[in-house]
């Protein structure tokens, strides 16, 4: 059973920081790309940033300078610092990750369930 955990939304005022997690579990033998998806309120689903396996990082305009998107392979984890929230960063956040498990099988996306992120004073 492969699962992908995200962790550490919350509510923080404009301006603060959080720092989200995501653990990959399960018979994985290699992670891919890891990233990060954001969906707020009334508003379609956009991607926020994503590593690839050597740790090359694109962001989304709009969160440029001010998220960093980063992993540990060593512990199939993967981050997304946000500092300087605004109003408009809240949002529930989906981590994914390309994996290839034991079993063989061609690399697949595998999705975490969501962590609320809620900027406001």
């Known amino acids: 059973q492969v699962q992908l955990v995200e962790s550490g939304g919350g509510l923080v005022q404009p301006g603060g920081s959080l720092r989200l997690s995501c653990a990959a579990s399960?018979?994985?033998?290699?992670?891919?790309?890891m990233g990060w998806y954001r969906q707020g309120p009334g508003k379609q689903r956009e991607l926020v940033a994503w590593?690839?396996?050597?740790?090359?990082?694109t962001y989304w305009d709009s969160v440029k300078g001010r998220f960093t998107i980063s992993r540990d392979n060593t512990k199939n984890m993967g981050y997304l610092q946000m500092n300087n929230l605004k109003r408009e960063d809240t949002a529930v956040y989906y981590c994914?990750?390309?994996?290839?498990?034991?079993?063989?099988?061609?690399?697949?996306?595998?999705w975490g369930q969501g962590t609320q992120v809620t900027v406001s004073s």
């Open positions: 994914y990750a390309d994996l290839t498990l034991t079993d063989g099988r061609d690399s697949d996306r595998y």
């Open positions: 590593i690839n396996g050597s740790g090359t990082k």
């Open positions: 399960g018979s994985i033998s290699r992670v891919d790309r």
